[in-house]
């Protein structure tokens, strides 16, 4: 063991960047910061705090936005440190190539490593930490083809609470008949709910016969700390990059069922709804610099983006796939295509301008009402459900009259909802809103949280999915682990309730 002192720590202040993240949850309180730089330093502070009963919270790059790392009491341990990337490597029994990597390593780090190949997880967040994408089992528009970080993950090095260490291969360690997993000296038994049929992030993971890795996975580090990663890498190859143009949303909609069963298969589908180019346009109209954007075809009202991959030798032939794959849609005004980087980058530019742009509308109302926050919806259901769950968001937010846009990763169908409120009794209203929501996409079989997980803002939704029974199954895993609710107190479940 690593003596306490000899790792580095200081002082939380009251303003301290490690008492928030990107939710900009209020309320975070904490004594002290450490700064482990590996495993045996982690590991040390972990039975510290068990020894001590003393509640941590884990910090990692602070990009989450469900106030999962803002800390409520006691100690914070930052990962920042512990951001050391091994050699690329092969698996010996499939020829695979892996990476591995200490749990504070960025994304950006990751790719900016590799050259021939890439981690296909893409959160629109790079500086993101690739531990604090695991334990959100993070996705983002290339889940559509790629999957989620759970289907990246080869092993972890986990860990415990009370500070032991545990490397988990994928493949190791399943549950019985019974749903128990024998692990470290203890029985973990599953929560025996059934999982949404959808692209999900909200709750333990759950299945008949499941690896124990994919409890970890998704977690929210509330069983244990994410220390260091071994994930799988695919071959890199060049995409064209394209965005359509519909006359009207219901159409831009129905393309993406042609393109979901196209081939060859995009690398995305994203979606950009009526409100949303409108609000582009008057942003490029009053600030033409600050976008960049190219010149949206008249009187278009939706619009789907997609990458699709090719090699040297098949270009052309991508190209004559896309434009007849294109030529089945109705309402089309209007496309750009692009595969020179520069333009490339133009039109990723375009996908993500609209957040930012719904960000910059919240930063002048907050000159007012500095308390004021968007309401973004994280809700996915199955594809035969999305046309009824679409409709239902657009009817309930638009007959309460408040302004709203709606754009994301309809591949999956997932898209957000961002209610942007004007004064504070909009934002209560939104709230109620963004409940009923919820609540519409767990009937039609959905997620109340498809990607950024539940942490300390969004645990009421998370009932709203499981119930009080499911809840409490994934309680008593995390008893069975972290007996006093020392690790990450109050992510999925209010603090102090440990029985």
């Known amino acids: 063991m690593v003596e306490i002192k000899t790792i580095q720590k200081r002082t939380v202040k009251a303003d301290d960047v490690y008492l928030c993240d990107e939710s900009k949850m209020p309320g975070g309180k904490a004594e002290e910061v450490f700064f482990p730089k590996n495993i045996e330093e982690l590991s040390s502070l972990a039975a510290h705090f068990y020894s001590l009963k003393k509640p941590y919270t884990v910090f990692g790059r602070g990009t989450g936005i469900t106030g999962a790392s803002v800390p409520l009491e006691g100690a914070v341990i930052s990962l920042e440190k512990m951001n050391k990337i091994n050699d690329l490597a092969h698996c010996k029994?499939?020829?695979?190539?892996?990476?591995?990597?200490?749990?504070?390593?960025?994304?950006?780090?990751?790719?900016?490593?590799?050259?021939r190949f890439f981690y296909p997880v893409d959160p629109t967040e790079m500086s993101a930490s690739i531990g604090g994408t695991v334990v959100t089992n993070a996705s983002g528009a290339c889940s559509f083809k790629y999957g989620a970080t759970r289907k990246w993950i080869k092993s972890l090095k986990i860990v415990l609470p009370d500070g032991s260490v545990?490397?988990?291969?994928?493949?190791?360690?399943?549950a019985d008949n019974e749903g128990?997993?024998?692990?470290?000296?203890?029985?973990?038994?599953?929560?025996?709910?059934?999982?949404?049929?959808?692209?999900?992030?909200?709750?333990?993971?759950?299945c008949p016969g499941?690896?124990?890795?994919?409890?970890?996975?998704?977690?929210?580090?509330?069983?244990?700390?994410?220390?260091?990663?071994?994930?799988?890498?695919?071959?890199?190859?060049?995409?064209?990059?394209?965005?359509?143009?519909?006359?009207?949303?219901?159409?831009?909609?129905?393309?993406?069922?042609?393109?979901?069963?196209?081939?060859?298969?995009?690398?995305?589908?994203?979606?950009?709804?009526?409100?949303?180019?409108?609000?582009?346009?008057?942003?490029?109209?009053?600030?033409?610099?600050?976008?960049?954007?190219?010149?949206?075809?008249?009187?278009s009202e939706g619009g789907i983006f997609f990458d699709t991959a090719y090699n040297e030798g098949n270009i052309i032939e991508v190209l004559e796939k896309t434009n007849e794959i294109m030529s089945q849609a109705t309402g089309f005004t209007g496309s750009f295509c692009a595969w020179e980087n520069i333009e490339k980058e133009r039109i990723k530019f375009f996908r993500h301008a609209l957040p930012e742009t719904v960000n910059s509308f919240i930063s002048e109302i907050k000159r007012e009402y500095p308390d004021i926050h968007k309401l973004g919806t994280d809700i996915a259901v199955p594809h035969e459900n999305f046309n009824e769950m679409n409709l239902f968001s657009k009817n309930t937010i638009g007959r309460s009259g408040l302004k709203f846009v709606s754009f994301g990763h309809i591949g999956d169908s997932h898209i957000h909802f961002n209610i942007i409120p004007q004064n504070y009794d909009e934002l209560e209203e939104g709230k109620k809103i963004y409940g009923i929501l919820a609540a519409k996409a767990v009937e039609l079989g959905g997620t109340v949280s498809a990607e950024h997980g539940i942490g300390k803002l969004k645990r009421k939704y998370l009932e709203i999915m499981y119930g009080s029974k499911g809840i409490e199954e994934m309680r008593k895993v995390k008893k069975c682990l972290d007996p006093e609710f020392l690790l990450n107190r109050g992510n999925m479940f209010e603090p102090g309730e440990r029985s």
Request: negative net charge.
């Open 210 to 299: 499941m690896d124990l890795i994919d409890l970890f996975i998704g977690s929210e580090g509330i069983l244990g700390i994410v220390g260091e990663v071994e994930i799988w890498l695919e071959k890199k190859f060049p995409a064209v990059s394209f965005i359509a143009f519909f006359e009207d949303e219901q159409k831009a909609v129905d393309f993406v069922g042609i393109l979901r069963n196209s081939d060859p298969k995009p690398e995305f589908i994203e979606y950009v709804d009526r409100l949303g180019l409108k609000m582009l346009k008057e942003k490029s109209a009053q600030d033409p610099a600050s976008l960049n954007i190219p010149p949206l075809p008249e009187n």
């Open 166 to 174: 545990e490397r988990i291969e994928r493949g190791k360690y399943f």
């Open 180 to 206: 128990i997993i024998h692990f470290s000296g203890k029985k973990i038994k599953v929560p025996q709910y059934k999982m949404p049929e959808c692209k999900n992030a909200a709750g333990l993971y759950s």
């Open 93 to 115: 029994q499939t020829g695979k190539p892996f990476l591995k990597a200490e749990s504070g390593v960025t994304l950006t780090e990751i790719k900016t490593s590799l050259e």
